[in-house]
């Protein structure tokens, strides 16, 4: 339920969508209604006609411990956006639409916002252009630390996931958050307590990237990577 059209009735409603916009003064259409100018555009966030609350806003929303979804444009609980403007449901089916075509504008844009948001996370410098990061991530098809082809890493990738035998090791992959989701290669960095810049960038499936984490160094990781990729297509396969 929509908690800033509680209490709004229809003619209220049909006012504001008809009337309300950037460019018209908000108190004329609160006084013709004998509503206040916070009533108004609250009114209008929750049909979604302003795009960024009001800090009044926003201070509700919080003590009520909701968002509203950028793409759904629906309020849910705070735990289901984790650190995105959209919910878990939309995010799910939005990058799997997004990730299903590697050559789409929206691909290399979604990519090198979640490296931004990563860094900033993170604490670390992007140094990346999308002009170099498109040329680079086209020019290059294979795992840097286990040498696996895109093709190669989705058939051990669904092997992984159909797996129904008792080896602990395949079940410990199998129960990864975002193995089942991640379609295409990953981008890790080197020296993992430095940022994203071209000479720290690699391009390695992702669970590769997931073994490595940050604790394993570049050079350590390409000399294991290989036997332990054969390792797991022998238990999955065998």
């Known amino acids: 339920m929509n908690p800033f059209l509680k209490g709004v009735t229809d003619l209220e409603l049909s006012v504001i969508l008809s009337n309300y916009s950037r460019t018209r003064r908000t108190e004329t259409i609160a006084n013709n209604l004998g509503r206040t100018y916070q009533d108004v555009k609250e009114i209008a966030f929750g049909l979604g006609l302003s795009q960024k609350p009001t800090e009044w806003t926003r201070i509700k929303m919080r003590k009520l411990g909701i968002r509203r979804c950028s793409l759904c444009r629906c309020f849910k609980p705070v735990k289901e956006f984790k650190s995105l403007s959209f919910c878990e449901k939309c995010r799910h089916k939005y990058y799997k639409e997004v990730y299903r075509n590697n050559s789409s504008k929206k691909f290399f844009y979604e990519r090198l916002k979640g490296l931004k948001r990563h860094a900033r996370v993170l604490g670390v410098k992007f140094r990346v252009n999308k002009k170099w990061f498109k040329k ?43 193995l089942k989701y991640v379609k295409t290669f990953t981008v890790d960095r080197k020296k993992s307590h430095k940022g994203y810049y071209p000479a720290n960038m690699v391009k390695c499936c992702n669970i590769c990237n997931i073994v490595k984490g940050k604790y394993l160094s570049a050079a350590d990781m390409k000399k294991i990577a290989p036997a332990f990729i054969r390792r797991i297509t022998r238990l999955i396969f065998i």
């Open 136 to 178: 680079w991530w086209n020019e290059k098809d294979y795992c840097y630390y286990c040498g696996s082809s895109l093709f190669k890493y989705l058939l051990i990738q669904q092997a992984i996931l159909r797996y129904s035998g008792k080896n602990k090791s395949i079940i410990r992959f199998k129960n990864l958050h975002g």
